[in-house]
């Protein structure tokens, strides 16, 4: 059984950082395109960043130079750092795993990320 459960979420102000982990079981991560997605209330989900499984990476423009993924292959576990945090970064972060040359794709349950003072 597939699961993703991410953590690192929480309350942080303006211009601070947060770095979330996702945590993966019961799939080769290696296989894999991970990415973070966001929802924000009233708002569709969208991508924040992904990694392919060659290690090429990609972010929204909206988080380009503040927010990096990266992933720890021999723990299985995809990270987030964030760093210059805005208000309207304020959503619930969510991790997701699709497995190259499948249809197969899986999703954490999410962590919620507020950016307030």
């Known amino acids: 059984q597939v699961q993703l459960v991410e953590t690192g979420g929480g309350l942080v102000q303006p211009g601070g950082s947060l770095r979330l982990s996702c945590a993966a079981s019961?799939?080769?991560?290696?296989?894999?395109?991970m990415g973070w997605y966001r929802q924000a209330p009233g708002k569709e989900r969208e991508l924040v960043a992904r990694?392919?499984?060659?290690?090429?990476?990609n972010y929204a423009d909206s988080v380009k130079g503040r927010f990096t993924i990266s992933r720890d292959i021999s723990k299985n576990t995809l990270y987030l750092q964030m760093i210059s945090l805005k208000p309207e970064d304020t959503a619930v972060y969510y991790c997701?795993?699709?497995?190259?040359?499948?249809?197969?794709?899986?999703w954490g349950r999410g962590t919620q990320v507020t950016v307030s003072s």
């Open positions: 997701k795993a699709f497995v190259v040359g499948t249809a197969r794709e899986y």
């Open positions: 019961g799939i080769a991560f290696s296989l894999c395109t």
């Open positions: 990694i392919f499984p060659g290690g090429t990476t």
